[in-house]
């Protein structure tokens, strides 16, 4: 029994290892804002209700919120018809919150955290921040703008990044690098008025916008295909070390059994678990293009005309459609969980 509280003891640890997450709170709704938890249930957001990592915050037309960060005053003004989501990922293996546009109009502002600033990210473009006043919009197609009103960010997207200086703003297209920077001075987004414009470019060229929703989750399908190999190389080399320290405590060598925990079990723990939140982040931000882009392109078709129709652009998208879809189910929804569909 003494070995086995032992035992206990020495992983118990690794808890303390994990860095906080970021918290946000809900400061101010108006009209119909929603929350959805990691588990997948919905419920009205209240004012004052607290968001973790996994949480998504979804307004309905006319709607909007307001957050705050715990780690300090920043604030987070959501739009109308807009799904955001605290996320996580891990970079140079530290732990770090994204925040994310999935669909709709997000503003941040910025000021003194008393943690690591976040990550800023849309389905299509994933961006650091320093000391930034940020906009970010993220259309029904899948396409993004992002505009620095002060500070700077650092932006990637289909393998490629620019930095954004106060007053500069570029668009993103899904599966593309981003494209070329312009002035953002004095200028204010007509976010509805954008955002009809990529439906209308959709809806003239539907099999193009589907080429590049594919091109993108095709990405992040790439970015799993790297990342499984290495989460079951780690496993392997954890269970091995976890047998061997198991063994020291069992042989009631605990100076060694404490060593080797903290010189090897402990950092296999922790790649695994670094490994396994970028899965999650890839996987989950997949499935977000697919629910709230790819399924919303697929319904605008679908109450203009019968999908059934004969008419060429129509039969191209549905045959891409298909296609996206099956590849998303090889590929994405085994690294899901239930509760995330």
Known sequence: MKAKLLFIALLSGAAALAVAQQRAQAVFTDGEVNRRDSGGKMRSLEIGDELVAGDSVITKAGASAELKLLSGSSSIKIGQNSVFTLGEMSVGGAKQTVLQTVVGSVSMKFNKLATKEPLLATTTCLAGVRGTEVELYAGMDGSSLVAVVSGAIDLQSGGESVALAADEAVQIKPGQAPGPKFSWIGKELDFSAWNQ???EGYLADPLASALEIEAQLASYRASLDELLPQLAQQKSAYDEAYAQLKALVDAKEDAKAKD????????????????ILNIRYYA???LSLRRFVLGGMYMQLKTRHPLDSADP??????????????DFEDGIVPQLVEADI
């Open 197 to 199: 414009g990529k439906l």
């Open 260 to 275: 080797f925990r903290d010189g090897t079990v402990f950092p296999l723990m922790l790649s695994q678990a670094t490994i």
């Open 284 to 286: 989950l931000t997949a």
């Open 313 to 326: 652009a129509l039969a191209a998208f549905l045959e891409a459609y298909r296609r996206i879809l099956k």
